[in-house]
């Protein structure tokens, strides 16, 4: 089945977000908007003008980062739309914590769970849930295309950022595998262009995030270190608002050479915490 599809960028460009949020509007009659993006008026005129009064079925968010989700509940209420995102468990665990980044006041009329399947007339998605970047993450497979919908998993610009403790690099790497093994696909990203070898590109992706962590685990058999510490020895020139970020991602490293039980922390978990060999 063929359908349309149309990609909307916000004007939220920043450090982590590229060029801004894309916004998916898919099918020809009865639509589903695959990340609304963040609270924007123009944003969200722009989004309107593209359904152009056509019926809009379902809004689905990838994750609950403010970036992704913070016009969902506008956007449904002028269209009627039911809204699909995070499971009931990861909201009930951002309440307790109020993370800031997480957008704790979406509301899904619909849980995601993995392997859910949403249908409309003119296309149907397939759910997967990819935790890592965040527990809640899901990517979205449509077959016809061979299209993948991949939120921030994988991102069409950068390698995405993995924040300790929600963000998980074990957990992030599986993901990316499982993303690799459904096949040739075109990925569909939240911030970046298309990416039309997809399979390839998450191999390169997984294949970096191994050398990084091979690379960690040498250099703390060398002398024990923090996150700060090893940040200084991998980006050289890492651009300066890129470098919490950039110290996040080797701690989500570091946690997880950890648990594999390859080295060994101070007791805890935070990017000030020093790494040991065992
Ligand atoms: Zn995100």
Redesign the pocket.
Known sequence: MNYNIKSITAKNSGP?TSNGTNTYILGNHNLIIIDPGPDDNQHLENILKNIENKNVEYIIV??T?K??STLANKLAEITGAKKIGSTKDFIKNQEKNSVI?FDIEFTPDIYLVDQMIIKTEDLILKALHTPG??SD?FCFKEETMSRIFT??HIMGWSS??ISPPDGNMGDYMSSLSQIIDKGKNEYFP?HGDKITDGKSYAEKLLQHRFNRKQKIHELIILGNKNAEELTGYIYKDIDFRLLKYATLTILAHLIDLEKEKSIKSDGLENTNSTYSKI
């Open positions: 982590t990838t994750h980062h970036d992704h980044n970047h965040t993450h939120g921030d995405t950022l939240g």
